[in-house]
């Protein structure tokens, strides 16, 4: 167990359904980014939250969206899915200066049919 | 925007056989980073390098950051089954002012017994 948290493990969904994946951060980490992997293909940065705050985005789309909750808990919300939306979605965490790197969770595993 | 290259993207050694991986950034890193991930998990931090021709090593594994903070390589000496993954570099450019981290598309080894 990294100590991240990430619900649900896997998910299958129809296009143009709204999904809602869950992430909750190592304790005492305030910042959590959010990556998409496709098949073969490297970790794309989505979005990153600082103790509640938006931070930086990547090749976000405007279909995403996320956000990070008092308790520092994130989710990020998929809609209009369609079947390229189909990937594994990362969320790690890090303490402050990310000196000892991002601890990532078990992702979610989301297939759009 | 940054881009992190990684070569190659495939590599095939026999049990015994030394590995490299290569990383080379479009700009300038205040830090590189590397990560494994096993087959069907989540990348797993392995070390951070942060001065100018740094050289760490972890048991088989040794770690280099170039004189101009640009690339960076990864070498496994004599490879083992618990080597199969895939091996990713990231950096923090320099000129960010965040520390989103960003990926190269990594190096998948595997290794034939």
């Known amino acids: 167990d990294s100590g991240v948290t990430q619900t649900p493990k896997h998910l299958i969904t129809a296009t143009g359904q709204r999904v809602t994946l869950r992430c909750s951060p190592r304790?005492?980490?305030?910042?959590v980014y959010w990556y998409q992997q496709s098949l073969d293909q490297g970790l794309q940065f989505l979005i990153q939250?600082?103790?509640?705050?938006?931070?930086a985005k990547g090749n976000i789309l405007e279909r995403f969206s996320a956000q990070q909750f008092p308790d520092l808990h994130s989710e990020l919300n998929l809609s209009s899915l369609e079947l390229g939306d189909s990937a594994l979605y990362f969320c790690?965490?890090?303490?402050?200066?990310?000196?000892?790197?991002?601890?990532f969770g078990s992702g979610t595993r989301l297939t759009v049919v | 925007g940054q881009q992190v290259m990684q070569i190659p993207q495939y590599q095939h050694v026999q049990e015994g056989e030394d590995f490299t991986t290569y990383c080379n950034s479009s700009?300038?890193?205040?830090?590189i980073q590397w990560y494994k991930q096993r087959p069907g998990g989540h990348p797993v931090f392995l070390i951070q390098?942060?001065?100018?021709?740094e050289v760490k090593k972890q048991k088989r594994l040794t770690f280099q950051f170039g004189e101009a903070k640009k690339n960076s390589s990864l070498h496994i000496t004599a490879t083992q089954t618990t080597d199969v993954g895939t091996y990713f570099c990231?950096?923090?450019?320099?000129?960010?002012?965040?520390?989103?981290?960003?990926f190269g598309k990594g190096t998948k080894l595997s290794v034939i017994p």
């Open positions: 390098l942060v001065k100018s021709g």
């Open positions: 304790s005492g980490d305030l910042s």
């Open positions: 990231a950096g923090v450019d320099s000129g960010a002012g965040s520390y989103q981290l960003t």
């Open positions: 939250y600082y103790n509640g705050e938006e931070r």
């Open positions: 700009t300038t890193l205040s830090n």
């Open positions: 790690a965490s890090s303490a402050q200066g990310n000196l000892y790197g991002y601890t």
